[in-house]
């Protein structure tokens, strides 16, 4: 399988500080960028597990004897490590959103440059498609979802479109989805509106928005102390969870604190915010969106 180069490679690996003889998690294998990446800086006695749920990435599966590729959702982390007898690791990796396979694989549904069956299905296995949620969604569902994952304005129109579209034969590729929706996408901002409709589709099809909560949750029990997290995030809602999860270890509200007013998260931040110079970005156009934030598990008190 045909993959781009991976985004922020060298400044996610670096931020896993990786020891030679450590475990480390890539929860997004795709291509094997990233791994590979890890393996060259790991000893003979180091370990790298992955996950990747789409079964194309699962044929990029690398023949090292320090790897493992599990087929499985990130979501599952901890359950699928401790299968293979894992209860700690040194750092983890994640780079969300879509591979860019996935979108160049026309029949996939999701890109805007091919007509195709509506899917956006990152695994075979997942029942919900993206022609469920257009077609059997209610206008008000759509509407929320559009407006909270695609950032759209005119949510409550396109809702309209959507459910007034559909009514008889139903809308089964993204061209009808288009059609359904031509009079929202004036010529000069066609291409971004339609992306963002695709996102929010995509983003409820994948339950990405519950994946990475599910994960990050996970998180500060698998690290060692002293371990780290590397994320790399494409769109604000994901970055959002990141940044307010390792400020405070929770995704709304203020972090907790204890009885003489100290506050106590379990992951503080590395480095500043780091984003792709402008040579990666004109190298790949992928990454002028990216966002990595590293973290440490910090020292468990008392």
Partial sequence: MMYHNPVLLKESVDGLNIKENGIYVDVTFGGGGHSKEILKRLGVDGKLFAFDQDEDAQANTLGDKRFVLIGENFRYITQFLKFYGIRKVDGILADYGVSSHQFDKAERGFSTRFDADLDMRMSKR?????????????????????????????????????????????????????????????????????????????????????????????????????????????????????????????????????????????????????????????????????????????????
Avoid at 233 to 238: A, D, G, N, P
């Fill in 126 to 302: 997942n029942e919900l498609s993206a022609y469920d949620v257009v077609n059997t969604y209610s206008y008000d569902d759509l509407r929320k979802l559009l407006f909270s994952y695609g950032d759209l304005r005119n949510a409550n129109a396109l809702a309209k479109a959507i459910v007034d579209s559909r009514e008889g034969k139903g809308i089964k590729t993204t061209e009808e989805l288009k059609l359904a929706l031509l009079k929202f996408l004036p010529e000069h901002k066609k291409h971004k509106i339609l992306a963002q409709i695709y996102q929010a589709i995509r983003i409820e099809v994948n339950q990405e928005i519950a994946v990475i909560e599910e994960f990050l949750e996970q998180v500060p029990e698998l690290l060692n102390e002293g371990g780290r997290l590397s994320v790399i995030s494409y769109h604000s809602l994901e970055d959002r969870l990141v940044k307010r999860f390792i400020r405070s270890g929770k995704f709304e509200g203020e972090p907790e604190k204890d009885f003489y007013g100290n506050i106590s998260v379990p992951l503080k931040k590395v480095g500043p915010l780091v984003v792709p110079s402008k040579i990666e970005i004109a190298q790949n156009n992928r990454a002028r969106s990216a966002k990595l934030r590293i973290a440490e598990r910090v020292l468990d008190k008392g």
